[in-house]
C-alpha cells in the first residue's frame, strides 16, 4: 500500500485500531494495529476526505470531505449528506486536517486546493451535535496539523506554505481561542510543517514536509529529537498502541517526479517509529 496523500491519522481505543485517510485517493482505511499481519481495511467515497474522527460512543466517524462534514457509517458504507457545508459546493476549498478536543468539539482547518499560495484558508470550530461552525481564524495558505495540549489550554495550529506554527490560548468550556503569536518558525533546511501531535508528557511531534522526518519539541518550541525516515513527503504522526506507546506516521508520494519516487520506493508508506518510552494520548472522539 502506497498512499498518494496519507493523511488525517487518528488512533481510536474504542476499535482498537488506527483511521487515515488518502486525500487525493478519495480513500479512508482502518488498520487493527495490534493484528501486525492484518490488511487494512479501505472505502472509496465520492470526493476528497481530509481526516476522520470517531463519533463518541457509535460505529460512526466524521468526515472532512471537500464540501464540509458528513457522518459516515463504515458497517454500510453509508455517506450521510453533510451536517455543515463552510462554502457552496462550487468552491476550490476543501477542509484538510482536524482534532477534537476533549469536549467533543471538532478543530479543523481548509485550504484552496485550486492555488495553495492563496490565504483563502480557515480555521474553524465545529460542533457536530448542532450541525454548525465557526471561522476562529483567518488567511493561511495551507491550514494544518491542529495539535491541543494534554491540559486543554493550549491550541497549536499551522499555515505550512508560510512554515509557520501558531499558539493559541484556549478556553477549555466554550471553545474560545485568544493571543495567537508565532510559536515556531521553520528554516528552509527543514522542510513545511505539517501535522502534529502531543505526547503524554506535554512535547510535541512534528512531521515535515520535504525534508523527510519528525522532530519532538518542547512546550517552549526547544528540539529535543529529530528521527529520519526514507521519504520526503512526511504529513502526519499520531501515537497508538494499547499503551499508546506506538508512534505512526503517515507519508505521501505526490508532488514527486518520477525519478524521486524511483529513488524513494517508500514514499506513501504509513511507518512506525521508535518513540523509546515516550507515550502519547488517546484520540478523542467527536460528539454528535
Given amino acids: 500500500m502506497r498512499l498518494r ?3 488525517g491519522l487518528h488512533w481510536c481505543p474504542r476499535a482498537a485500531g488506527l483511521w487515515f485517510v488518502d486525500i487525493l485517493e478519495r480513500q479512508i482505511f482502518f488498520w487493527a494495529a495490534d493484528d ?37 457509517h463504515p458497517l454500510d458504507a453509508k455517506l450521510e449528506e453533510p451536517l455543515f457545508r463552510p462554502w457552496p459546493a462550487d468552491s476550490p476549498l476543501r477542509l484538510n486536517d482536524a482534532k477534537a478536543d476533549a469536549r467533543g468539539r471538532i478543530w ?3 485550504l484552496n486546493q485550486g492555488d495553495e499560495s492563496k490565504p483563502d484558508g480557515s480555521l474553524f470550530c465545529i460542533d457536530a451535535r448542532s450541525a454548525t461552525g465557526r471561522t476562529v481564524d483567518g488567511g493561511y ?15 497549536l495550529h499551522t499555515d505550512s506554505v ?16 485568544a493571543g495567537k503569536r508565532l510559536w515556531k518558525q521553520l528554516p528552509e533546511a527543514e522542510g513545511y510543517p505539517d501535522g502534529m501531535t502531543f ?31 526514507p521519504t520526503s513527503h512526511i504529513t502526519n504522526v499520531c501515537f497508538g498502541g494499547g499503551a499508546l506507546d506506538r508512534l505512526f506516521v503517515t507519508s505521501a508520494w505526490a508532488g514527486l517526479t518520477a525519478e524521486q519516487r524511483a529513488a524513494q520506493p517508500l514514499a506513501g508508506a504509513v511507518f512506525e517509529i521508535d518513540a523509546q518510552g515516550v507515550k502519547g494520548l488517546p484520540g478523542l472522539p467527536a460528539l454528535g
Fill in 5 to 7: 496523500l496519507g493523511e
Fill in 36 to 72: 501486525g499481519d492484518s490488511q487494512p481495511k479501505v472505502w472509496t467515497l465520492p470526493e476528497r476526505v481530509g481526516w476522520v474522527i470517531p463519533q463518541q460512543g457509535t460505529d460512526s466517524l466524521l468526515l472532512g470531505l471537500q464540501s464540509g462534514v458528513a457522518r459516515f
Fill in 108 to 110: 479543523a482547518g481548509s
Fill in 141 to 155: 495558505c495551507v491550514a494544518n496539523g491542529p495539535a491541543i495540549h494534554p491540559a486543554g489550554r493550549l491550541l
Fill in 162 to 177: 508560510r512554515r509557520a506554527i501558531y499558539a493559541f490560548d484556549l478556553e477549555p468550556a466554550y471553545g474560545v481561542l
Fill in 199 to 229: 505526547d503524554a508528557e506535554g512535547c510535541l511531534w512534528l512531521a515535515h514536509w520535504g525534508s523527510g522526518c519528525v522532530s519532538r519539541y518542547t512546550p517552549a518550541g526547544e528540539l529535543l529529537r529529530r528521527v529520519s525516515l
